[in-house]
């Protein structure tokens, strides 16, 4: 059977080449591998006039003319046969190897791989108009870098009076002048001229994302200035308390507004997700209170502390008159998310501007969703995009793998340049993907075995994770994991669950303990009984490890002792 298949497959292989006689046939034997270069037109190509331009190539095995270069291989059992045409650059063409054994494995010149010139001619095209568009107008959101003379030059009292009632004109927030406020832009401008240029650079960037979201909730868009006081513009940011992300969400705040956190995916720096949650958040907020000021308090401090406010204060709800009675942070938050939004309005006069070194705008990236799961070092070697770049673009999946969740849609953001080549190129850097997991080690069946076995510990007075890890021969990562526990504290009484073969001995020993009492047999009776006398020094950590088996809590159990402390002298029970 096999050898009629291999007769009409050189018959159909013969029929191919003579429908285009520039293409010769190149024996294996004749020429070595890497000095191959002959492209064979697919039948695809041959027939139909619009795929003419793009030469593709059906091939037993298709390996690359740069043995040097990062090269990765696909293995491919011998009963599949490469149907699938793989588009390829007409200056780079692509190797045929030909072999007469069956097909065995597919070598990808990952780094290499090409987008159809066509698709990237639109994607170009579309870029051009976009750039032209009022919506993206940069040049227009921070003109031209003429300069001004220093940062706080001519800013009188009357100057800034004269800027923030022109702020508070275009803008539903209460912006007034006051001291407060005047000495903190000052100092602003004084200090922090580079950071505010670094941010005016990552804007570009973000604040389309920002906008588009509060647009969609009837949030003032001068409210994306909020992100640069929360994060400074830096997604994977995460305070002490734990808040995390460019709009700085809790834990439990971000659930509320279904940001997914789980172990691979922590949503809330997602700029997208994040920014679209952060909106409903401030609208709730401004339901609650009806003012943007009071709402943008209650975003830092909770809801709560600003009615605690509004009360101390006799009922004013002026941000200003509540002010005092705000949490230490709070009282100056607002005053600093006017002082941005000032620096930025601006910042032009101030002679600041974007810096030039970050030059990443919006609309030049685009996004894919994920069909499998795929790593960034995976995503790295299929497109050569920069790893950094890709951090950056993607910095929500925790681990740097994106991953294929049932009910769950992850996608991947790219530069559009990138996105072409990916797209063009899926269904092979699936199969690359499918070809790298195959080579991780798989574990051995019998340590696959469940150990139904486990027991319930009970914690003990003098307990802590590492002592309870080493009796059981655990880790203490697995207890923790077993017991969902955040840190090592313990606490006396609790109940712990531990899975390990001397868990298992130990619960089978206490039901043969049990067993022996119920017959009324006395199990304690048949240990030996030896004295041992404390000595200058010693402890009962130390008194227990000269004993075979022998605990603290055994120590302190045998002798009634309610505490560690211990006498010279005193002659301790051991039951052995």
Known sequence: MRQV?????????????????????????????????????????????????????????????????????IAVSKSQMAIDTIPVSKSQPLNIVHSNADI??????????????????????????????????????????????TATD???????KARLEALNAKTPFNVEYNPILEDLIKRFLRSRTKVVAAMMAKSKYYFPIFEEKLDLY????????????????????????????????????????????????????????????AARHLADLHDMFDDWDLALAAYNSGAGNVNKAIRRAGGKRNYWNIRPYLPRETASYVPIFYATLYMFEYGQEHAIFPDESMTLNHYETDSIYIRKTITFDQIEKATGIDAGLLELLNPSYKLNIIPKVEGKNYYLVLPREYIGIFAQNEPL????????NAKREKPLPENLKVNPDAITYRVRNGDYLGKIARRYGVSVRSIMRWNNLRSTKLRIGQRLKIYSRKAAASKSKSKSKSKSKSKGKKSSSKGKKTYYTVRSGDTLWEISKKFRNVSVSDLKRWNNLRSNRLKVGTRLKIVN
């Not at 159809?116 to 032209?132: F, G």
């Not at 001519?154 to 800034?160: N, Q, S, Y």
Request: aromatic share 10%.
């Open 104 to 149: 065995k494995e597919i070598s990808l010149p990952i780094m290499n791989l090409q987008d159809d010139p066509y698709l990237a001619d639109i994607d170009r095209r579309w870029m051009e108009l976009v750039k032209r568009s009022e919506a993206y107008e940069t040049d227009d959101f921070y003109p031209d870098n003429q300069y001004y003379g």
């Open 218 to 277: 009837d949030v003032p868009l001068e409210m994306k200035y909020l992100a640069i006081v929360e994060s400074a513009l830096q997604p994977k940011a995460r305070s002490r308390a734990g808040a995390t992300g460019l709009w700085q969400f809790m834990y439990h705040t971000g659930k509320m507004y279904k940001l997914d956190v789980s172990s691979y995916v922590d949503e809330r720096m997602d700029p997208i997700a994040a920014s679209e949650a």
């Open 5 to 73: 298949i291999a007769i009409l497959f050189f018959c159909s292989t013969l029929a191919l080449f003579a429908q285009n006689p520039n293409v010769r046939i190149i024996e294996a034997k004749d020429i070595p591998v890497d000095t191959t270069n002959v492209v064979v037109p697919s039948q695809n190509s041959l027939s139909d006039p619009e795929m003419a331009p793009q030469e593709s190539i059906v091939a037993d095995t298709i390996a690359t003319s740069k043995p040097k270069s990062l090269i990765d291989t």
């Open 429 to 436: 850097i699936y199969a690359y993907v499918e070809s790298e």
């Open 154 to 160: 001519g800013l009188t009292t009357e100057v800034l």
